[in-house]
């Protein structure tokens, strides 16, 4: 059997050379981070042409704050970030974390604190088009992007009201109708985390999902979230004797022989309950994937 460690033991520049890399990740992406007050829900909303971006670029921690690194990404910037956010502000944590990186001016970040502080940087290295705008409650940056517009289309939908989750999804379609990532799409992933209440007890996690490597991950992730809420965050219900007539015809015009074939093919056998179907599960049937999203 090979020792690894008797081979590469003695080679210890090879050793920080690899960690190293596995540090700063060519993470060039869009993101968006962003804090509801009124909701208490911290969130990070990512999209790039890089496989499972959502396993690098976003941090979140309820009552603490929400990180996204990206850009050669450093890693580090997210546990360290979301520790130095106990105790600071966004542009405080931001500053710490920039100012000790030699390696900086090949980063973004994006940072929103408990308050809503929100505090961008773009290193000068940074592959264009980069940016970032900052406004209170949230953060849009990229790199490799189309163009300012898309920064600027993803700031717009970020000030309308509406549920968290739903301005971060439209701000990443936004961006992706204005050119998005020059290089393409590949994967995108969304963390939306609660202090009143997580999916399942003993989390803040209110919503998390990924989409690893697809042809088109928004609509993808845009499935996942309208699936997410049906099965763990609907609390709305319609009697389905009410609706028997158009389920039936919906039922058939899908190629299925009952409404309990269709719930097990789509996981939503738990949304019907003494008579009842999950709203949101009533309106995936209906054709709409993700209920809020036009």
């Not at 590949?186 to 803040?204: K, M, N, P, R, Y």
């Amino acid at each position: 059997m090979v020792n690894w460690y008797t081979i590469l033991e003695p080679r210890t520049t090879v050793v920080t050379e690899i960690l190293f890399s596995m540090v700063n990740l060519r993470v060039m992406t869009f993101s968006v981070v962003s804090y509801d007050p009124e909701e208490r829900k911290w969130s990070v909303g990512v999209a790039s042409r890089y496989l499972s971006v959502g396993s690098i670029v976003p941090w979140a921690v309820a009552g603490v704050g929400c990180i996204a690194t990206q850009s050669y990404a450093n890693y580090t910037y997210g546990p360290e970030g979301l520790e130095l956010l106990r105790k600071n502000n966004a542009p405080e944590v931001g500053k710490m974390l920039t100012e000790a990186d030699k390696g900086r001016e090949k980063r973004q970040l994006g940072i929103v604190d408990a308050k809503g502080n929100a505090w961008a940087y773009t290193g000068k290295e940074c592959h264009e088009y980069a940016g970032h705008i900052a406004r209170k409650n949230f953060s849009v940056q990229g790199n490799i992007l189309a163009g300012p517009e898309v920064l600027e289309s993803m700031a717009e939908e970020m000030e309308k009201p509406g549920k968290l989750e739903d301005r971060i999804m439209k701000s990443l379609f936004a961006a992706e109708s204005k050119g998005g990532d020059r290089r393409g799409r590949q994967s995108a992933a969304i963390l939306v985390v609660s202090e009143v209440s997580g999916f399942t007890e003993g989390t803040d996690r209110y919503i998390d999902l990924r989409v690893e490597d697809s042809r088109n991950p928004l609509r993808e992730l845009n499935r996942l979230l309208g699936l997410w809420k049906a099965t763990f965050l609907d609390r709305n219900a319609v009697d389905l004797s009410i609706h028997q007539q158009e389920i039936e015809s919906r039922i058939r015009h899908l190629g299925y022989r009952n409404l309990h074939d269709w719930l097990r093919d789509n996981s939503l056998e738990n949304s019907v309950e003494n008579g009842k179907i999950g709203l949101v599960a009533m309106r995936i049937l209906m054709g709409n994937e993700n209920p809020e999203l036009p």
